[in-house]
């Protein structure tokens, strides 16, 4: 139910967000006519367009969001063609002829043309196009559990929710059109010349929507953006994460639950197929981890330190390798991370997140306690506390009758990305390419899974990103398609590293950094040198910045001087 509120509220909140501003034009030119024959037809039109395309945009993947891409495109066609119903009466007149004839035969009565409730449907399915692309942070949120769990008759009811809250918003925008429409008329006779305005109104709508000024230009200006709005919602509502457990001197852990079955692992690395059975009798620590994940990084320091530390004293450490992207389920990248990140102990690679789904997991790392027995005892999720998971991993070694361990606590002398991350609260946020999960993108709209040239705005805010030159944006990536592209991202932090791949024929392409205009010297990340230069050459995560005066605000920019190069994601530290 909490989360049903959260889609209506959000839903209504989406006609204070800038990229809706051209559409209201559509909704205004009709405020002055019956309720129930035009307002109410094209809200259910509306509602039930926008809800139909989010789910597909769930359910069927890339060739949905070329379906909607094409829906955009007839559904300006048919918005241009009202805006000039509005010019013209002998237009209009024209136009409407055969909806209107439809129109009657569907409805079994003759009716005025400009109330037929085909046209205000078709408006409605229209406007529904038009608004899909305008959802935020809260729409995102529910796509995204689709993504994950599989599409569901609950992720319908919540796209429909969200759907209803934008209808209910847009009908207050009728209801207060048609006062305001009622009073002009009253008051000046100027009917004719406020259809007239409309019409200009709709077709400058639809040309600020055709040349992408709905997502790009009005969203820069705009004084009311709701992304905020909506991002408070979510995090009020949201569930909050589960509460770490403390370990106490003196005091057992408690018995959480039993270690699931690691038979879904679709292969091992560095030691045969471990079973719970072949466990009993060791304390485990399973780490849930992949390999371009700075999380994970950071920690894998402390982790490699308790292996080593206590692996004579009867704890097994099995790293579980499930990945967040397409490139780690290649064993062959995953074996190659493994090898360059000093990971030696056992790792069970989750292509089908089996065992990720056995442990109910939902985070990057994540470490689960487990004693002799199999029940799992304590767990921690993300970084720090590493002094409590030590005291957690003594405690369990202890009651399996271990005695004489190794005293102190893992301080890992960390470097490069491995280094913990920094006291910077402000640090920006992990910023993925692909449109499924891009956020504050300032280089106006992304064209879907379609090669586009893109041009870097002159000035950014913080947090936000551009992209300059010819790509192609998939879904969870940017690829470039013309050598000498860019990516200029105005980030807050200490350390700015960048999810990079090579072309498809795996081919490196070199690429150059700049720090605020300037070769970065001595705030170079450990993956290019002082002047910048470096090479993508596997799929992975490169650190390219480490400030030397601590953290800031400053303007990122890399330049790839061939084309090919896949980007994924930012992160910081």
């Known amino acids: 139910m909490l989360l049903l509120i959260?889609?209506?509220?959000?839903?209504v909140l989406t006609i204070l967000s800038p990229c809706i501003l051209p559409v209201l034009p559509f909704v205004f030119a009709r405020a002055d006519r019956p309720f129930a024959r035009n307002g109410l037809p094209?809200?259910?039109?509306?509602?039930?367009?926008?809800?139909?395309?989010?789910?597909?945009?769930a359910v069927g993947g890339g060739w949905a969001i070329h379906a909607n891409q094409y829906g955009r495109f007839v559904a300006l066609a048919v918005l241009a063609v009202l805006g000039l119903t509005l010019l013209s009466e002998h237009a209009a007149?024209?136009?409407?002829?055969?909806?209107?004839?439809?129109?009657?035969?569907?409805?079994?009565?003759?009716?005025?043309?400009?109330?037929?409730?085909?046209?205000?449907?078709?408006?409605?399915?229209?406007?529904?196009?038009?608004?899909?692309?305008?959802?935020?942070?809260?729409?995102?949120?529910?796509?995204?559990?689709?993504?994950?769990?599989?599409a569901s008759v609950q992720t319908t009811l919540l796209l429909l929710t969200y759907a209803a809250g934008a209808a209910t918003s847009l009908a207050l925008a009728l209801a207060i059109g048609g006062r305001v429409f009622a009073l002009m008329k009253r008051s000046l006779g100027a009917g004719e010349w406020v259809r007239r305005v409309l019409g200009v109104l709709v077709l400058a709508g639809v040309a600020s929507i055709a040349l992408g000024l709905d997502t790009g230009l009005l969203t820069r200006v705009s004084l009311a953006s709701t992304g905020g709005i909506e991002q408070k919602l979510i995090d009020a509502v949201r569930p909050a994460a589960p509460a770490q457990p403390t370990v106490k001197a003196g005091e057992p852990l408690s018995v959480e639950g039993e270690i699931p079955s690691l038979d879904g692992a679709t292969q091992w690395l560095n030691s045969p197929p471990l079973t719970t059975r072949s466990l009993r009798g060791k304390v485990v620590l399973v780490d849930f981890w992949t390999y371009s994940?700075?999380?994970?990084?950071?920690?894998?320091?402390?982790?490699?330190?308790?292996?080593?530390?206590?692996?004579?004293?009867?704890?097994v450490v099995i790293g579980v390798h499930a990945p967040e992207f397409a490139f780690e389920k290649d064993p062959g990248n995953v074996a190659n991370a493994v090898k360059d990140l000093g990971v030696d102990y056992p790792v069970a690679l989750d292509n089908n997140y089996a065992i990720w789904k056995g442990f109910d997991n939902e985070y990057w790392p994540a470490h689960y306690f487990i004693d002799t027995q199999g029940h799992i005892r304590h767990h921690h999720?993300?970084?720090?506390?590493?002094?409590?998971?030590?005291?957690?991993?003594?405690?369990?070694?202890?009651?399996?009758?271990q005695e004489n361990l190794p005293?102190?606590?893992?301080?890992?002398?960390?470097?490069?990305?491995?280094?913990?991350?920094?006291?910077?609260t402000t640090r920006s946020p992990e910023t993925y390419l692909g449109y499924e999960r891009a956020e504050n993108f300032a280089g106006?709209?992304?064209?879907?899974?379609?090669?586009?040239?893109?041009?870097?705005?002159?000035?950014?805010?913080?947090?936000?990103?551009?992209?300059?030159?010819?790509?192609?944006?998939?879904?969870?990536?940017?690829?470039?398609?013309?050598?000498n592209g860019r990516i200029v991202y105005r980030f807050r932090g200490r350390d700015l590293h960048l999810v990079l791949g090579p072309g498809r024929d795996g081919k490196p392409v070199r690429f150059r950094v700049l720090i605020d205009g300037q070769a970065p010297g001595s705030s170079?990340?450990?993956?290019?040198?002082?002047?910048?230069?470096?090479?993508?050459?596997?799929?992975?995560?490169?650190?390219?910045?480490?400030?030397?005066?601590?953290?800031?605000?400053?303007?990122?920019?890399?330049?790839?001087?061939?084309?090919?190069?896949?980007?994924?994601?930012?992160?910081?530290?």
């Open 42 to 57: 094209m809200l259910l039109g509306m509602a039930l367009t926008f809800a139909a395309v989010a789910t597909l945009a």
């Open 293 to 315: 994940c700075i999380n994970c990084i950071r920690a894998l320091p402390y982790v490699r330190g308790w292996a080593d530390k206590y692996k004579d004293h009867g704890l």
């Open 444 to 483: 106006g709209q992304l064209a879907q899974d379609d090669s586009s040239t893109y041009h870097a705005p002159q000035t950014l805010m913080a947090n936000q990103w551009a992209l300059d030159g010819r790509w192609t944006v998939n879904d969870d990536k940017a690829r470039l398609d013309l050598a």
């Open 93 to 150: 007149e024209w136009i409407s002829r055969p909806f209107v004839a439809l129109g009657n035969k569907l409805t079994q009565r003759g009716g005025n043309e400009d109330d037929s409730v085909l046209s205000a449907a078709g408006l409605g399915v229209a406007t529904g196009l038009l608004w899909a692309p305008c959802a935020g942070p809260i729409l995102g949120l529910l796509l995204t559990g689709a993504a994950l769990k599989g």
């Open 6 to 11: 959260l889609a209506y509220l959000g839903g």
């Open 524 to 573: 170079h990340g450990v993956d290019i040198d002082t002047d910048g230069n470096g090479t993508v050459a596997a799929q992975r995560l490169y650190q390219l910045v480490r400030l030397a005066n601590g953290n800031g605000e400053h303007t990122f920019e890399i330049t790839f001087l061939a084309p090919g190069v896949q980007v994924y994601a930012f992160t910081f530290g």
């Open 381 to 401: 999720f993300g970084e720090g506390d590493y002094q409590q998971s030590e005291d957690a991993i003594r405690q369990l070694l202890a009651e399996a009758g």
């Open 407 to 424: 005293g102190g606590y893992v301080q890992p002398n960390a470097q490069g990305a491995e280094a913990a991350v920094s006291g910077n």
